[in-house]
Structure formats: C-alpha cells, structure tokens
C-alpha cells in the first residue's frame, strides 16, 4: 500500500505535450478528410477538409497559444504579486488564524457558503480563470481547519464548475451559444434558457456541495482517509500548514488590508457581469476612468491593472518601502509562473484543432450520426459530443462559434427544441471542465494545490457519472415536454 501512494505520477506539462503530440498525429490520419463547407470566423475563408498538422504548427503551438491567451496570462501574473503583497503584510494569516478561532468546531460551515458563491459566479459570467488565486488562499484556510488540499480544490474547482453548469446569464457561454443560434436564423427563447439553466445550477450544486462536505468530514475525523499520496501530503504540510505555536494578533491594519484585498476581488466579480444588457449603468464614470471601459465591460487586461493598483494601495497601508513593493511583487509573479506556462500549453492543443480543422471534420461526422434518432437518443449523443468536443476545445466561447449553428439547426431541423441544445452545449462543457487535462484552470489550480493531476481525476471519477446522469435526466426531460 505504501509503494503504491509513492508511486510518482506524469507532471502536467508532460500530459499537455503528450496530447499536442496525438493531436498532431490525429491530423495526419484524417488529413484530406471531407466535411460539409463551413466558413470560419470573420466569414471570410471557407474550409472543407482536414489538414495534416506541420511540424512548426506542433512547436509553435505552445507560443501560439500564449498569444491567444496573453490577456488572461498578464492578469495571472499581477495577481501573483498582489497575493504575495498581501501575504508579505501578515495581514491574510492573521485573518485565517482568527477565522479558524471563530468557528473552531464548526469549520465545515465554510464549505457550503464559498460554494454557492463560486457557484452563483459560474452561472453568471462564467467564472473559471479567475479562480485561480483562490487555491492557494483556500489551501491555507483548509489546512488550518483541519482538511486537505483535495477539500480546497473541489470547494473552487466543484463550486464554480457547477455554476457553469447551470449557466444562466453567462456571457461566455449561454450568451455566445444564443449569439451563434441566431446566426442561422433561429430566435432563442431566454426563458427556456435560463429555466433549464436554474434547475441544471440547483442540481449540480446542491450535489457538489454534498459531495465536498462528505469527504471532508472523512477527513477532518481521520486523516488517513485523505487520498493524497504520501508525497503530495508531504507537499500540503510543506506549502500550506501553519504552526499553531505562533498567533499572530489581527490588528487594525490587518482588517484594513483584508478590507481592501476583499474590495478588490468583490469589483472582480461585479465589473465582469454585463450589467449594460440589463440596461444597467449607475457606475460607468469611474471605471471608466480608471480603463476606458464601461462597468460590466472590464475584461482580463482591465482585472489585471486593477488589481496593480491595489498591490500599490496595500503596500502604502503597510508602509513597505518601494524596493520592498518591487521586490515583493517580482517574487509573487515569479512564483505563479508555472501556472501561466501550463495555461500556455493547454492553450496550444485548441490552436492545433483550429489550424487542422479537426473540430469542423469531428462535429460534421457527429452530426450526421444523430439524425434520425429519438429525443431521447439525441439528448444523450449531443451531450457525449460535447463532452469529447470540450476535451478539446476547452474554450466554451470558441466552441460555442464553431458548434451551435450545426447542432442548433440540426435539433430545429428534426423538430427538436434548438434551446435545449444550448444547455446540453453548456452542460457537457462544464462537466468536461471540471477535469481535462486541456483546461489551464483545471491543470493551473492543482499546479498551485501540489496535487497530482491523476489525484484529482481518482476524487472525480464517482462525482462525474452522478453530475452526468443528473444532468441527462433533466435535458431529456426538456426535451421531451418543453
């Protein structure tokens, strides 16, 4: 037993590799395969066949990636050195000390309310690589109250994950999905939409939240019940645990930094929500100012400024001198920069299925399979495509482009509901999410955890079926009835 938990295990960029690798190798199998003419974005090149991968379209592919994902990387990287300001000031233990203090004996209550907040962001606007700095300041918190690190991961990773399930007003994925319907000429009805939305998010979440909570009182009871190997519980106690023998007093200064660090991340969440289609603008003045951008309008690279700028607030609140901020803030991006390479790479393999058609030849070849089967047939066929489909273009957006007007007009066409289709994209994307190894977030956030990618993936495997039915069961129902 003790060999097996030892057992080292293939580190994320050689999984990310692996799969550039056979994607690349795929291409050249079914290069010169026909699919039906499709344009790509911008309308102005029509493909209709599979091109064979080249070797520089293999090495560029990482590169490739990174330029596609710049916004997203920049942002990352400044909030590596907000965090480790943050940390510097003492202000973030103090406070998860005082936490712990406060609900000794009670620390399972923190499960359910983090969840349903990561949750309610997922079905709002998608929330996902924003959850990023959240591992690590979970994973102390966690550790503190007695779990694991698995406990941190499946509160962020399960509690946003469910939210993009049940996708409700996400402008990532409902919103684009409705957007490409009406590109062949079918109106959605936003109604149906965020009905199923709602049920699939109370079902997902409500479950997820059992699912965390049980494993963490296995844990916290006995903890050797934990699933993490040797090695990996080694990492946890080297990166997260905190000695009880040093309390640290949360003073007035400490509550105005975590004030500001609580600020910070509330206008994260408030400015990515597109308040101006609820014809919402009381506060565009002054984020405007600050980025150009109107409130609800602010993307990654506004995040990212925004949050240099608090780096800057709370390094005056501490009194840290500027070699101190510089220093503390280089050392902060330093530290998550394995997390931007990983987000890099996994980036790579939706270039790689983009420069090769692959995605355009795997969705034509799907959808003339699913004609001419039943509802209930077809529910379960569209919801296994996106499943294998999100596994390789891990962008709910890109697919979304690439996908509905194919599978939305083929359910119109055999007169199913085209709505329905939107949900089982949404819903088989998030389910896919919450472990392909092409997911930056998913691979990032065991990176920053010290979990093994197939740890985690040994955690999921039961949740995953009980999501999946679940999930089938409700859009088979919309499909029948609605």
Known sequence: MTKNKEKKSISSFSILFIILI????????????TFAPTFLSGGTEEVSSVVGASVSDLVMSPFNGFRDAIDICVFILILGGFLNIITKTGALEAGIQHIVRKLKGNELILIPILMIL????????????????????????????????????????LGAGAGVIGSTVNPFATGVAMDALKSVGIIPNTGIVLGIGFTLWLATTAYCIFCVMSYAR?????????????????????????????????????????SVFAFSFAIMVI????????????????????????????????????F???????S????????????????????????????????????????????????????????GLSPILFVIGAYVLYLFLSFLIP??????YVSIPV??????????????????????????????????VVMGGLEISKVNYSTWTRFMMKPLIIIGVSNLLILIAAMLFL
Request: net charge negative; with cysteine; hydrophobic share 50%.
């Open 22 to 33: 056979l994607l690349t190798v795929a291409s050249w199998i079914f290069s010169g395969q």
């Open 118 to 157: 990561f949750s309610i962001g997922g079905s709002t606007y998608g929330m996902a690589e924003e959850t990023i700095p959240f591992y690590s300041l979970l994973a102390v918190t966690m550790v503190a109250s007695g779990f694991d690190t698995i406990v941190s991961i499946g509160t962020v990773m």
């Open 218 to 258: 296995e844990v916290k009871a006995e903890k050797g019940s934990t699933i993490l190997s040797l090695q990996e519980q080694e990492d946890m106690e080297k990166h997260f645990a905190r000695t009880d023998s040093q309390t640290i007093e949360f003073t007035g200064k400490h509550k105005a930094i975590l």
């Open 271 to 306: 400015t990515l929500i597109p308040w101006g289609s609820f014809n919402i603008h009381l506060f565009d003045g002054w984020t405007s100012l600050l980025t150009g951008e109107s409130f609800g309008d602010w993307y990654f690279g506004d995040l990212a400024m925004w």
């Open 308 to 314: 240099f700028l608090s780096s800057l607030v709370v």
């Open 316 to 371: 005056l609140i501490q009194g840290f001198s500027e070699r101190e901020i510089i220093a503390t803030f280089i050392d902060g991006v330093k530290d998550i920069l394995s997390v931007v390479l990983i987000i890099v790479v996994a980036r790579g393999a939706s270039v790689i299925m983009q420069v090769t058609h692959l995605d355009l030849f795997i969705l034509d070849r799907a959808a003339n399979l699913l004609q």
């Open 395 to 400: 962008s709910t957006s890109g697919l979304a």
């Open 407 to 440: 599978m939305g007009a083929l359910a119109n066409n055999i007169g199913l509901n085209p709505n329905v289709m939107i949900m089982i994209f949404t819903a088989g994307c998030g389910l896919v999410n919450l472990i392909t190894p092409t997911s930056g």
